[in-house]
């Protein structure tokens, strides 16, 4: 099996990957759950509703069929599974997961491009986007040619809660799958706090744990409190106003998402992840993990 880095390996650079901030308020809350199991059922359900609240989402609700997962990458492997047969589409600087599955998995594969798509491809898109924090290029032509051809996609909604993105059509029947989950908006990566909607119920592994319970009840529990103690834009409001001076010391452009800064070629190249445009990611720097060692 290949071993070679499908991006450049920036997450030990002070700027590099995609960290949640470690706020002392969240962090000490989290400190002080107690470890309980928590209710599966309310809290995909109110977790469904907590992380679309006041972000207009026109076909979300066709995707009623709600499993909790362990963190997003859960969801990815049931799907990429699905699909195996296909041709991977996925744009250059997609999420480093994908790009790994692309080159240990899957025969086939070509970047993503709305000029190229065809029957028997299969797309994966994160968005708000992994390389910049937006909405992906052509994103909508991309779906609708996807519409057209009956191409299956995933749609990665990981950073939907530290957006100011606040509208997301998601009505394209194309679309089978979407997820998202905590890791970006509260420090729990460890924890894997995430939730699938599926257009249609499919009969997989993850639905089969979900109906028999068989899933982490204390990460549940402690991803339960954190949304009834914290809104959904929380990070996002605390934090806006902290990154615009980040991005203005620097000199890079603030992204849509509040953890990061995005700087165009020549600037910064050493953040590059293969795309148009160098990511810069502020989380450690704010929190004060850069200076523990």
Same mark, same amino acid.
Not at 140 to 152: F, G, Q, R, T, V
Not at 153 to 182: G, H, P, Q, W
Not at 188 to 200: A, C, Q
Not at 226 to 245: A, H, S, T, V
């Given at each position: 099996?290949?071993?070679?880095?499908?991006?450049?390996?920036?997450?030990?650079?002070?700027?590099?990957?995609?960290?949640? +901030?470690?706020?002392?308020?969240?962090?000490?809350? =989290?400190?002080?759950?107690?470890?309980?199991?928590?209710?599966?059922?309310?809290?995909?359900?109110?977790?469904?509703?907590?992380?679309?609240?006041? =972000?207009?989402?026109?076909?979300?609700?066709?995707?009623?069929?709600?499993?909790?997962?362990?963190?997003?990458?859960?969801?990815?492997?049931?799907?990429?599974?699905?699909?195996?047969?296909?041709?991977?589409?996925?744009?250059?600087?997609?999420?480093?997961?994908?790009?790994?599955? %692309?080159?240990?998995?899957?025969?086939?594969?070509?970047?993503?491009?709305?000029?190229?798509?065809?029957?028997?491809?299969?797309? +994966?898109?994160?968005?708000?986007?992994?390389?910049?924090?937006?909405?992906?290029?052509?994103?909508?032509?991309?779906?609708?040619?996807?519409?057209?051809?009956?191409?299956?996609?995933?749609?990665?909604?990981?950073?939907?809660?530290?957006?100011?993105?606040?509208? @997301?059509? +998601?009505?394209?029947?194309? =679309?089978?799958?979407?997820?998202?989950?905590?890791?970006? +908006?509260?420090?729990?990566?460890? @924890?894997?706090?995430?939730? %699938?909607?599926?257009?249609?119920?499919?009969?997989?592994?993850?639905?089969?744990?979900?109906?028999?319970?068989?899933?982490?009840?204390?990460?549940?529990?402690?991803?339960?409190?954190?949304?009834? %103690?914290?809104?959904?834009?929380? @990070?996002?409001?605390?934090?806006?106003? =902290?990154?615009?001076?980040?991005?203005?010391?620097?000199?890079?452009?603030?992204?849509?998402?509040?953890?990061?800064?995005?700087?165009?070629?020549?600037?910064?190249?050493?953040?590059?992840?293969?795309?148009?445009?160098?990511? @810069?990611?502020?989380?450690?720097?704010?929190?004060?993990?850069?200076?523990?060692?």
């Amino acid at each position: 099996m290949k071993t070679d880095n499908v991006i450049p390996p920036l997450r030990h650079k002070p700027y590099g990957g995609a960290w949640s +901030v470690h706020d002392q308020e969240s962090t000490t809350f =989290i400190k002080n759950l107690y470890p309980a199991n928590g209710d599966r059922e309310a809290f995909i359900n109110d977790y469904h509703e907590w992380f679309q609240k006041d =972000i207009n989402l026109p076909g979300i609700e066709l995707f009623g069929n709600l499993d909790f997962v362990a963190g997003t990458t859960e969801t990815f492997h049931m799907f990429y599974y699905r699909h195996m047969d296909k041709r991977l589409r996925l744009f250059k600087d997609e999420y480093f997961y994908h790009h790994m599955m %692309r080159k240990n998995y899957f025969k086939d594969y070509l970047d993503l491009d709305s000029n190229t798509l065809a029957k028997g491809d299969v797309v +994966v898109m994160s968005c708000p986007y992994s390389g910049t924090g937006g909405i992906p290029n052509d994103f909508y032509n991309i779906l609708k040619i996807c519409e057209d051809l009956s191409i299956p996609v995933m749609l990665d909604l990981a950073y939907i809660n530290i957006s100011n993105i606040r509208e @997301l059509n +998601v009505n394209f029947k194309c =679309i089978e799958t979407i997820t998202t989950s905590l890791s970006k +908006v509260f420090p729990v990566e460890t @924890l894997r706090i995430g939730i %699938r909607l599926e257009r249609n119920l499919f009969d997989d592994p993850i639905h089969a744990y979900n109906q028999n319970n068989y899933v982490n009840l204390q990460s549940i529990h402690v991803g339960h409190e954190l949304i009834k %103690r914290f809104d959904n834009k929380w @990070l996002l409001n605390k934090y806006k106003g =902290i990154q615009i001076e980040t991005c203005d010391a620097l000199g890079v452009h603030p992204s849509d998402c509040v953890i990061f800064g995005i700087a165009d070629k020549g600037k910064y190249d050493e953040y590059n992840r293969g795309g148009a445009k160098n990511r @810069l990611c502020f989380s450690k720097i704010w929190d004060g993990r850069l200076n523990e060692n």
